[in-house]
């Protein structure tokens, strides 16, 4: 394994200071609103936009419990939208897909009751900066990117 034992030397490791422009993706605020922002001071890193993809519980709720994964090459499907060509293998390697043991309703349910509470400071602290910008998730793949590039 590596020497990385911090978030903060993971952080550093994972990206580099001399990057110009660079996409982070999943802030969840899990790490803290302070903490966030006194790591993005000790690289001098400034956020020019944050985007927050709203996506309703009700929909992210749906998407979990039809969501399959296959253990051999990490690969995601959706029973409804995305199912793969031959029921239960995976399209890729054959293994057989399996659902994950906490995307059962309740668990998702409180997994975004978790994630709410975590994210609202550090989202309000990014609206208050004027840099937030609200997408709204629900919509197709295509036109979720085509709102955030827009802005890029
Ligand atoms: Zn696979």
Not at 58 to 72: L, P, Y
Not at 78 to 83: F, V
Not at 117 to 123: R, Y
Request: aromatic share 10%; glycine share 6%; hydrophobic share 40%.
């Amino acid at each position: 394994m590596s020497n990385i034992h911090t978030f903060e030397q993971a952080f550093a490791v994972s990206f580099p200071v001399e990057a110009a422009e660079w996409v982070l993706d999943r802030i969840s605020g899990l790490y803290g609103d302070e903490l966030l922002k006194k790591l993005f001071q000790k690289f001098d890193i400034k956020l020019k936009k944050v985007f927050n993809i709203n996506v309703a519980d009700e929909v992210i709720v749906g998407r979990a419990v039809q969501r399959m994964v296959c253990s051999g090459c990490f690969s995601v499907y959706n029973k409804i939208t995305t199912p793969p060509k031959k029921e239960g293998a995976c399209d890729f390697c054959g293994t057989s897909l399996s659902v994950r043991a906490d995307d059962d309703e309740e668990t998702v349910r409180n997994r975004s009751k978790v994630y709410h509470n975590a994210a609202g400071v550090i989202i309000s602290s990014f609206r208050n900066d004027k840099i937030l910008v609200e997408i709204d998730g629900s919509l197709s793949d295509d036109k979720v990117w085509g709102s955030i590039s827009s802005y890029l």
